[in-house]
Nanobody, 117 residues
Framework: QVQLVESGGGLVQPGGSLTLSCAVSGSTSSMFSMGWYRQAPGKERELVASMRTGGIINYADSVKGRFTISTDNAKNTVNLQMNGLKVEDTSVYSC???????????WGQGTQVTVSS
């Protein structure tokens, strides 16, 4: 079982930036897909950003142009650079990785991001 540990969450003012990092116990270069979800209280879980084999990257419309997903295969991390943060970005952010379509994803425990003045 792949283990994932997120870090980098915290409190930031509107317009600020944060970088989330997800440390993966396996090799990120061997993963079929990786990404970040978020879920705020009372709301459905939302896919924020994902990347998969072939370099295919997708973003939620609400974060396009502000968030950037990347991987560091030397460190086996999946990162989410978040710029221009808004109050509505406040949520628990969780990373996932998936070795293949036939396997269920592995999840991290989540990290809280709070955007407030």
């Amino acid at each position: 079982q792949v283990q994932l540990v997120e870090s980098g969450g915290g409190l930031v003012q509107p317009g600020g930036s944060l970088t989330l990092s997800c440390a993966v116990s396996g090799s990120t270069s061997s993963m079929f897909s990786m990404g970040w979800y978020r879920q705020a209280p009372g709301k459905e879980r939302e896919l924020v950003a994902s990347m998969r084999t072939g370099g295919i990257i997708n973003y939620a419309d609400s974060v396009k142009g502000r968030f950037t997903i990347s991987t560091d295969n030397a460190k086996n991390t999946v990162n989410l650079q978040m710029n221009g943060l808004k109050v509505e970005d406040t949520s628990v952010y969780s990373c996932y990785v998936r070795r293949s379509l036939s396997l269920v994803p592995s999840w991290g425990q989540g990290t809280q991001v709070t955007v407030s003045s």
